[in-house]
């Protein structure tokens, strides 16, 4: 065989089990999916139901593959980088030297500034209008388009449903770019990690920037049928607003309406 066939020969080989992996990522992955998506839906929902869940144009389009590429496993982390010579430190977690996975980013790690910030942001939101914080898990991340709360009588508390979405998909998310920032951007110095006021302020600014499209998204004039519902806006975001009880019961068209947790200011700093 010659060396450029050896060359082609190898990598058909890398190729076919780099797939074989992404298929079976995939298939754990849509299993954690399926248990986890349980306790936040009626049921276990179908594959078709997960995908179609990942492709509804209310997330946005950075949410939506940030969730497509979890479910086809195709972020190297990891065991990826554990057969490839002079590259296997990359599968290692540098805050706590855990084998890093996504599951573990976004879940798991115990020395995470970034995770454990957002997650108690998120659930701090939440419980201004609701009670309970449902236990996050991979799959739940994986599947929280398909969340599905109702009321006593069994009807889908639309607002409150996609609330749990935009509070689960974009504090994931954000999770995932903050670590890419300190791995990649800033190549894991610690002195260049991001504060805890840093973290706070930016995950702040994120869902108040969701608030505003949501309720530039109404606009029916500009974007016609594919506008938002004003009552859907209004019940996904009512109750956990800042001076709610100064606002006018249909806020949609008033300016500065923010969510109820407040930027952290430098020290000596007063509002």
């Given at each position: 065989m010659s060396q450029g066939s050896q060359r082609l020969f190898y990598k058909g080989i890398r190729e076919a089990n780099s797939q074989h992996r992404k298929r079976?990522?995939?298939?754990?992955?849509?299993?954690?999916?399926?248990?986890?998506?349980?306790?936040?839906?009626?049921?276990?929902?179908?594959e078709a139901?997960?995908?179609?869940?990942i492709r509804d144009k209310d997330l946005p389009k950075s949410i939506r593959g940030f969730l497509w590429k979890n479910l086809h496993g195709a972020y190297r982390l990891g065991e990826f980088w554990q057969n490839i010579p002079n590259f296997e430190q990359r599968g290692t977690c540098n805050l706590c030297r855990e084998v890093e996975s996504m599951e573990h980013i976004l879940t798991e790690c115990e020395n995470s500034p970034a995770r454990k910030i957002i997650w108690k942001l998120a659930e701090e939101l939440w419980k201004k209008r609701e009670k309970d914080?449902?236990?996050?898990?991979?799959?739940?991340?994986?599947?929280?388009?398909?969340?599905?709360?109702?009321?006593?009588?069994?009807?889908?508390?639309?607002?409150k449903s996609r609330l749990f979405t935009i509070l689960i998909t974009e504090s994931a998310h954000m999770i995932w770019k903050l670590r890419c920032e300190h791995v990649i951007k800033f190549d894991n110095a610690e002195e260049k990690f991001h504060s805890d006021k840093e973290i706070h302020n930016r995950w702040i600014t994120t869902i108040n920037k969701r608030l505003k499209f949501d309720k530039l998204l109404t606009n029916t004039s500009k974007y016609g049928k594919s506008a938002l519902r004003e009552n859907l806006v209004l019940r996904t975001w009512s109750g956990v607003l800042k001076g709610e009880d100064n606002l006018p019961d249909n806020w949609i068209r008033k300016e500065g309406v923010l969510v109820g947790i407040v930027n952290r200011l430098p020290p000596g700093r007063s509002r």
């Open positions: 079976r990522q995939t298939r754990i992955a849509l299993a954690i999916t399926h248990h986890a998506t349980r306790e936040i839906s009626l049921g276990t929902p179908t139901q997960i995908w179609r869940s914080w449902p236990d996050v898990r991979y799959g739940t991340i994986l599947g929280s388009n398909l969340a599905h709360f109702t009321d006593s009588k069994g009807k889908r508390l639309e607002g």
